[in-house]
């Protein structure tokens, strides 16, 4: 494991708050590399017993994932964060980074948040909930991806992921984690410029190299952010579409059997935990 990123004891310690695809994909990853991960969920450690036990992982309650980590890596549908206990990072030393994966699905998922409908980067959003500066990283990328595309560094065709915030050493520590999961990081600039890699963008899920993300951060046009995120929704729901008549009369929100690609979670929406 890499000893550039420091942490409160003689290992680096990563908190992920939620265990959908990613949330899990993550904590596998990072507890491959060495990392002390914790995992948790909304329906308490207890049922992450068997999940943590797999990956290497510690279940955990939210709060003790955001008090007792270095990193801490909120990976849940947006409007789950308003769901998360009140005063979650009282107390918690400004040393530690919150790392804000979620993507915002009013349609879908999530329901209309009338801030972000206005203009105010999902993440930007997600601090003001949180009370905390944030890196918006992972949020574009599917867990397929991260779990099975990591390359060495110079591997020709790397793929890139990019973070945004306002904080240049918990930036540089993110980016960090970026390069040693088997990608080629890409600085996307403060958090008011994460509205680059949501929803749709150009910059979102294209497993993109370095070269060609830079282009396509680039390349996003702010007036078209409303649109961006239609497109997307509309291609997952015609994916779920497509799929549903191999549910034999299932919910669709809740049959694991549907895997439509998103990058917070290859399961249903409906079936994405915190």
Same mark, same amino acid.
């Given at each position: 494991m ?6 409160n004891?003689?290992?680096?310690s990563?908190?992920? &708050?939620?265990?959908?695809?990613l ?5 596998r990853?990072?507890?491959?590399l ?7 969920n ?5 049922s992450l017993?068997a ?5 290497g ?5 939210a ?12 990976s ?5 964060v ?14 530690? &980074?919150?790392?804000?994966t ?20 999902d ?5 003001r909930?949180?009370?905390r500066?944030?890196?918006?990283a992972?949020?574009? &990328?599917?867990?397929?991806s991260?779990?099975?595309?990591g390359?060495p ?32 990081p890409?600085?996307?600039g ?7 890699q ?10 993109l ?5 830079r ?9 078209r952010i409303?649109d961006?995120?239609?497109r ?9 579409s ?14 694991p ?11 249903p929406?409906?079936g994405a935990?915190?």
């Amino acid at each position: 494991m890499s000893t550039t990123i420091e942490g409160n004891g003689d290992q680096v310690s990563i908190g992920v &708050i939620g265990a959908g695809s990613l949330g899990e994909t993550l904590g596998r990853q990072l507890a491959r590399l060495g990392y002390v991960v914790s995992i948790s969920n909304s329906r308490g450690p207890e049922s992450l017993a068997a999940l943590a036990a797999e990956i290497g992982a510690k279940p955990v309650s939210a709060t003790e994932a955001a008090r007792a980590s270095d990193i801490v890596i909120v990976s849940i549908p947006t409007k789950a964060v308003t769901d998360l206990p009140r005063q979650l990072f009282a107390n918690v030393p400004d040393s530690v &980074i919150v790392v804000d994966t979620c993507n915002y699905h009013p349609e879908l998922r999530d329901g209309r948040i009338d801030a972000i409908d206005r203009g105010m980067p999902d993440s930007e959003w997600v601090a003001r909930q949180l009370g905390r500066p944030v890196i918006k990283a992972f949020n574009n &990328i599917f867990a397929s991806s991260l779990l099975n595309k990591g390359t060495p560094a110079g591997s020709p065709g790397r793929i890139a992921l990019s973070a945004a915030g306002e904080q240049p050493d918990a930036k540089a520590a993110v980016l960090r984690l970026v390069e040693e999961l088997g990608f080629d990081p890409v600085d996307a600039g403060g958090l008011n410029e994460s509205w680059r890699q949501q929803t749709g963008a150009p910059a979102y899920c294209r497993d993109l190299d370095a070269a060609a993300l830079r282009r396509a951060l680039a390349e996003a046009e702010h007036s078209r952010i409303a649109d961006y995120r239609a497109r997307e929704e509309a291609r997952i729901r015609q994916s779920m579409s497509a799929q549903a008549p191999q549910q034999s009369g299932s919910s669709l929100a809740d049959s694991p059997s549907v895997r439509y690609q998103s990058p917070r979670t290859s399961r249903p929406f409906g079936g994405a935990s915190k």
